[in-house]
């Protein structure tokens, strides 16, 4: 039986999700989560660390288990679903992409900042060799203007990616932006445009709309809410609405919306809202991992740190570039004597 | 020294976010809340009874503190804000509004079914000799077809409302909804148009910037989404986005920020999610009251309460139709045993 889908949905909460538990997961949970989302027909399931592919480090978190074990393992229940995998070029290898492969990974998503989409071409092409359908994730996407934007995935369609998705890591974007830029990316580009969503902002909802509205074809979900920061777009609640608005996922709703509640729910180990960390740093439109750092400066430079925060924010500091966050604190202190 | 804001802001969560801790505020909570509020520079404070004034029964739920007792001591601490109530004809008198008025409320709202703005003529006329300002509330607007919503509102601005709002109760308009709505109030009112929307789908935020996009220039919010069901806009994250689209509200958002996270996050109950009974509430576009007799209903006809909820909606049954949902619940077994 074929099932008639208008838009593909990519439920991410085996990895995005792993961010808000820690990477605590279990071989059990996972494989519960996983056969539950095979039986309501969700068509991708990521499974991973946060960070993707060899991601359990010292530095972006240990996973509690390894993360081939979870793959395998939803692998082994999710029934007609593809099991898709992140990775992040620089922390995951060709090798663990090869490893997710030989136990039943089906689809690769191959992540870079929005600018740096040269370093996924190896990653992308030996996906492509080895059979998977693609995907180039051009994540912190309110970071670069437009123009950057379509020529980064112009680079990654012509690496081999079958779908480029444009990726509001921070959940900053407001809906009319994301409306120009998937506009833009499927005035240029032959292949698929998908749409990953944070709703720091609570903001999630309207900008996955946006982006359907001007014709993206794939999107990512997280249940419950289940994604960093404040999570990513509600897969259930999503489905509820596009059904609303007649669009077709081939989804389970009744089946989603149970899996949410008696599954998920039990997992969280604080429900996901919209606090003020998650809300600053939509606002400011900046890394998660540089909340701590503004905080410390805070303290030494007398300076409010969502000033600092917004201020990174302005300048588009990247990830990697943490010592601009004392050089910012200490330059605004300046500024505030002066006056 | 005065404040420009593009949009006016009424912060609803001493009132609507009475219902998400069981009407159990008391008079040092609500102190500690106004002064905040009006200590970030919020213009309208509403405090009531979640149902309005003189929802304190055994039927809405009992106030723990008289809602007298709150409104007074919102009055003494929140400055230059102002305070208002609602009041649903049939459950607060006038005799209730001249009450709040001698104790310091500036405005009354008024709200009904959105096809029964007629019993709201004595409220508001009466509340306009009393020097008060004005708002007639249309409740639960998904319901009725945008030339009966118009001829509701125009009755409303009739009787003397300076401002009618949409109240989309149940969360379950769709942004493309509240902008042919909003539009057509817009086009054919006098008056101010304002939306008061609910997350139940996670669109509180996207048709809330539909409503605005549209003209509407009030606009309800519930801090930390202290509301019914899955909550109203959370105004601190309103106010986040409103600013980086350079649309003034005149509030304060590090001090807004503050107060939710130091002083309403830890009054909270449990957070609020998007549950499923929020969920299909929104979904079904129902009254939340309905919930329970539809899942005593399901377990005496073994159908799904969710099936149950979504017919109820398609027939646009109302409070007081209690009855039909067992009637509902009987039809469809006999439909599927006929099948």
Same mark, same amino acid.
Do not use: C, W
């Given at each position: 039986m074929s099932t008639? +889908?208008?838009?593909?949905?990519?439920?991410?909460?085996?990895?995005?999700?792993?961010?808000?538990?820690?990477?605590?997961y279990t071989v059990e949970q996972v494989k519960k989560?996983?056969?539950a989302l095979g039986e309501a027909n969700v068509p991708y399931i990521e499974v991973?660390?946060?960070?993707?592919?060899?991601?359990?480090?010292?530095?972006?978190?240990?996973? +509690?288990?390894?993360?081939m074990e979870l793959i395998e393992a939803a692998v082994s229940v999710c029934g007609d679903s593809k099991v898709a995998v992140l990775v992040l070029p620089g922390i995951g290898t060709i090798t663990d992409l090869k $490893?997710?492969?030989?136990?039943?990974?089906?689809?690769?998503?191959?992540?870079?900042?929005?600018?740096?989409?040269?370093?996924?071409?190896?990653?992308?092409?030996?996906?492509?060799?080895?059979?998977?359908?693609?995907?180039?994730?051009?994540?912190?996407?309110?970071? /670069?203007?437009?123009?950057?934007?379509?020529?980064?995935?112009?680079?990654?369609?012509?690496?081999?990616?079958?779908?480029?998705y444009m990726v509001d890591s921070a959940g900053a974007l407001l809906p009319h932006q994301v409306k120009e830029r998937v506009r833009a990316? +499927?005035?240029?580009?032959?292949?698929?445009?998908?749409?990953?969503?944070?709703?720091?902002?609570? #903001?999630?909802? /309207?900008n996955t709309l946006a982006a359907i509205e001007e014709g993206a074809q794939r999107i990512d979900g997280s249940i419950r809410c289940l994604g960093a920061g404040a999570g990513n777009t509600q897969t259930e609640v999503l489905i509820a609405v596009l059904e609303n608005m007649g669009i077709k996922t081939g989804i389970d709703l009744y089946k989603l919306m149970d899996t949410a509640e008696e599954v998920i729910a039990p997992l969280l180990q604080s429900p996901q809202e919209i606090t003020r960390d998650n809300l600053v740093l939509g606002y400011?439109?900046?890394?998660?991992?540089? #909340?701590?750092?503004?905080?410390?400066?805070s303290k030494k430079y007398g300076i409010d740190s969502r000033d600092i925060l917004i201020e990174l924010g302005r300048r588009k500091v990247v990830g990697g570039q943490e010592d601009m966050i004392v050089?910012?604190?200490?330059?605004?202190?300046? $500024?505030r004597k002066a006056n």
């Open positions: 008639e +889908r208008d838009i593909l949905i990519t439920e991410v909460a085996l990895r995005d999700g792993s961010h808000a538990i820690a990477h605590q989560v996983a056969k991973a660390h946060g960070d993707g592919l060899g991601g359990s480090t010292l530095q972006y978190g240990l996973s +509690r288990t390894n993360e $490893q997710a492969v030989s136990i039943g990974a089906k689809m690769a998503r191959v992540a870079t900042h929005v600018t740096e989409a040269d370093v996924s071409a190896q990653h992308l092409s030996k996906a492509k060799e080895m059979g998977l359908e693609t995907v180039g994730f051009l994540m912190m996407s309110h970071m /670069a203007p437009v123009e950057k934007l379509v020529e980064q995935a112009k680079l990654m369609e012509s690496y081999g990616a079958d779908t480029v990316l +499927r005035q240029n580009l032959q292949v698929n445009v998908g749409f990953h969503g944070h709703n720091n902002l609570s #903001l999630a909802m /309207a400011a439109g900046v890394y998660s991992s540089f #909340l701590l750092h503004a905080q410390r400066a050089d910012v604190a200490d330059e605004l202190a300046r $500024q």
